[in-house]
């Protein structure tokens, strides 16, 4: 391996390091919640902003972050984003009362959203050879589809053996190795996108039109999915992004040119990333609960239980998933996985009240690591197989928001379903572990739905070899995939 090959890898592994620390920290935190509620003394609505705060601002900002890296340079924005989150990790493990808790997991998801939107279109200038492209897409891959399960392993292990404070400081030392590492590392200057100017319009409709949507999402269950508050959040975050789309038809420089949305491979693996987050999120919580609330286990009991799924993951992103994109192009890898990973989660269909790790649990684990293992990879390359280089930053940001919101709406449906399934089963006269599993049995069937919903628009719609779009050609490389 060259030098220069020994950079590139470097500053791959430099940005999967600090892509895992973001992710891990959208899941994190739901282990050490009970810890939080009893050492801040929140009480259960205002528990939830500890998630909610981060959850607005990373969902709110990734499409505005993704555009700012293709207007002022990926390397300063993701050094901006990082150190911005590094500081707020610090402000979070340090903090003792609920206010600074709270404002310090908002600038964390500020932070988060910058960075997370331009690391994507970081690693494409990295590799631009087919089959390196493919190695690193695999590995950044396994970080970004398997964060939010090492996030449970993490958070288990943590606040069991420290306390709950060490979950947010134990980004500081690996935030600032990013730094310095980037610094030296990722490669800097302009854009082809430098100096068209920010459409300030744009931005701020499109940012509060995400932020009002979650926040509408994350909130539905509580206040009823069919309430007026509900529905007005969620009407003005309509009215918002239509507001978005009639600027972005005006603007000489748009900040998201309405174009890229025909390019076919770009839209499908979108409308695939949210069908297949939302499934993510019934194996990361679902299956957490219940460990945790049916079979009663701890919660480094909960982290260690997702260990052989990860593993799975890791080994199958990085050595397997590549090979099999080469070779078969991305609809297949992709379809095979997700379809792997819907029977994964139908076996977590029938786990029992008295389940046995090893019989009711491991099978589904194994399977959903497999199935995640083989399709996030064939996602990030179709996603960004026909977008042009000044926009692959704004691309990045899409497919970032799109499993963001897609993790947000499939969690709030299955927390709903889940909700609605165990009233009825107590109702009818079950007990409480009986109805509690019954209502998760339901929520793991809907989440196999959107996993094979997602396979069956992958199959169908993806193009194998990417094609130019309108004004918008690809680059070579891509194009052979």
């Not at 190695?135 to 392993?153: D, E, P, R, Y």
């Not at 701890?298 to 992103?317: A, R």
């Not at 109702?427 to 069956?456: E, K, M, N």
């Amino acid at each position: 391996m060259t030098l220069d090959d020994r950079t590139r890898w470097l500053a791959l592994y430099t940005l999967c390091a600090a892509s895992l620390m973001i992710v891990l920290d959208a899941t994190i935190v739901n282990v050490a919640l009970p810890s939080i509620r009893d050492d801040l003394h929140f009480d259960e609505s205002s528990l939830a902003w500890v998630v909610n705060a981060y959850t607005l601002t990373f969902g709110g900002l990734l499409l505005l972050g993704g555009r700012l890296g293709d207007l002022y340079g990926p390397r300063r924005l993701f050094l901006l984003g990082i150190a911005l989150f590094t500081l707020a990790s610090l402000a979070c493990g340090l903090s003792t009362s609920q206010g600074m808790l709270v404002t310090a997991r908002a600038v964390q998801g500020v932070g988060g959203a910058v960075a997370s939107a331009v690391s994507l279109s970081l690693m494409l200038s990295l590799f631009t050879e087919p089959a390196e492209r493919a190695k690193a897409m695999g590995l950044f891959g396994f970080v970004a589809s398997g964060g939010g399960s090492i996030g449970v392993v993490l958070g288990g292990v943590l606040t069991d053996t420290i306390n709950w404070h060490w979950i947010f400081l134990v980004n500081l030392p690996i935030g600032i190795a990013v730094v310095v590492l980037s610094l030296r590392l990722l490669p800097g200057g302009a854009t082809a996108a430098a100096g068209r100017g920010l459409d300030v319009g744009g931005a701020v409709t499109v940012t509060a039109a995400l932020m009002v949507a979650v926040y509408g999402i994350v909130n539905g269950n509580a206040d009823g999915w069919t309430s007026a508050t509900t529905l007005a959040r969620l009407g003005l975050a309509a009215a918002l992004f239509l507001i978005f789309l009639v600027i972005e038809t005006r603007v000489a420089s748009p900040l998201m040119p309405l174009g890229l949305f025909r390019l076919r491979n770009l839209s499908t693996a979108n409308a695939v990333g949210v069908l297949w987050a939302g499934a993510m999120f019934a194996w990361f919580f679902l299956s957490a609960l219940y460990l945790q609330l049916v079979l009663g286990y701890s919660p480094l009991q909960v982290g260690l239980g997702f260990l052989p799924g990860n593993l799975v993951m890791g080994f199958l992103s990085i050595a397997v998933s590549a090979k099999l994109v080469m070779r078969f192009g991305v609809r297949w890898p992709l379809g095979v996985g997700l379809a792997v990973a819907a029977v994964g989660l139908l076996l977590f269909a029938r786990a029992p009240v008295g389940g046995d790790y090893v019989v009711d649990v491991l099978p589904g684990m194994l399977l959903l690591g497999f199935g995640a293992g083989i399709a996030f990879n064939p996602v990030l390359f179709a996603a960004m197989s026909e977008v042009r280089p000044e926009e692959s930053g704004l691309a990045s940001g899409i497919v970032n928001t799109a499993f963001m919101m897609g993790g947000a709406l499939g969690l709030a449906v299955l927390a709903s379903v889940a909700a609605s399934r165990t009233s009825h089963l107590a109702a009818g006269g079950h007990g409480h572990l009986s109805a509690l599993t019954g209502g998760y049995h339901t929520a793991f069937v809907v989440g196999a739905l959107f996993a094979v919903g997602a396979a069956a628009l992958g199959a169908m719609l993806l193009r194998t070899t990417a094609q130019p779009a309108h004004e918008h050609a690809s680059e070579p490389a891509l194009a052979e995939i």
